[in-house]
């Protein structure tokens, strides 16, 4: 929704709000804030709040500005009712005013505004699963899970139900669009889904998402963790995509196979064959390659209709657009090192626009129908990344570790137009970033 600045100073004034919380995304996709008084707002509008991004965003000293989207404005229920709190995610500027080049935010919104130049609408929406587990008498995360229920359980198997109950009105007072919530086949493991929203909007309630899942969970007294495989011989952790792109009003992967448009197919066909640039960003971690060919989650580079353990399916819904659904990634694409989920949105919209552009060579999915095509990637990048000893994504050792930095830095720059800022610049650089993600990793 969108509010003029006289709108949101009287939101302000009639709901007795007393902090206002600048939030954004470090390179990490780690959620960060600044807060400020009512008072500081037409400043933070007029000409932004500055802020030190040495280590955040940037390798080298050098402040940035935060100026926050209007449209984003939400309020944070579990704070107290008296002197509320609300928040804006923001966009990040130089000190000179130019636009920031590794704000993934812009760069997303330049990528839907070429969708929309070339006569398509694209929409995402979410399905994202987590695990709950007690905490010990001083409180710290156990290994135990709160309950042993099952897939679609309810009480007194799924105990779970009062806390996803709380996330989901949680959710709802802030203006995002959960549509369903179960607990899944893991014990303490759930699953809430969003509705499909324009990809801006889906991104920014995604890495929010997180951070309501967290606070309602240690309210209640339990950890939430969204680690791909937090458990071993259990399910795994997904986070499921949707997409959804129309064309002249109409999906473009119509009401059945046969009335599916050349654009679907050469999009579908564009994903499938990008996997192993793709799997960078939406399986950043080595307890990603823990969760894929095991239990339900995709293990071969293929699609199906009706399957729904394959990388990629094509779902047909009465009384719904027809959508694809990406199965492979998992939630840490939102915290980790260039991974964060407006890089996956802002990956998938220029998968569908370079498909649509260049009619994806050989773009027929049907060659990649129910195949058995090898997950290579997943044996090739589980060797690469066991060489990093547990440190971080898809990369290598340190002999690999520029080498796969450069290819995220190629990725990103070749679809953003522009050079991002990067940390990890040397050696020294490299081992810092290293060792960060490694706590980031063990505190999850």
Known sequence: MLFSESDILDFIEENDVKFIRMTFCDTFGNMKNIAIMPRELQRAISYGIPFNATGLMEAAHQSLLLKPDPSTLSVLPWR?????VIRFFCNIYHMDGTPY????????????????????HCEMGTRCEFYLFNLDEQGNPTHVPHDHGGYLD????????NTRREICLSL???GIDPTSSCHKHGPGQNEIDFACNNPLTAADNMVHYKTVVKTIAAQNGLYASFMPKPIANENGSALKIALLIKKDGKSIFGDT??????????FIAGILNRVREFTLFTNPTINSYERLELHSAPSHVNWSEENRI???QLRHTPGRDSSIELRCADAFCICCFLSEEYAVEHEMEQLSLAAAKE?????DPAAFADSVIMYEILSELKEIAARENGITCSCGSKDYGMEIHSTYVDLVCRSCGARLRIPAATDEDLDRLCCRMKLQIKSE
Do not use: F, H, V, W
């Not at 309810?154 to 139900?161: M, T």
């Not at 196979?257 to 050469?266: K, L, V």
């Open 80 to 84: 107290p009712q008296t002197g509320r």
């Open 101 to 120: 080049s590794g704000d993934l935010r812009r760069n997303l919104r330049k990528t839907m505004k070429k969708c929309n130049q070339m006569g398509y």
């Open 154 to 161: 309810i009480a007194p198997l799924d105990q779970c139900e």
């Open 172 to 174: 709802e007072e802030m």
């Open 257 to 266: 196979m046969d009335t599916m448009q050349p654009e679907g197919r050469s």
């Open 310 to 312: 394959q990388l990629l």
């Open 359 to 363: 009619r994806e060579q050989g773009s």
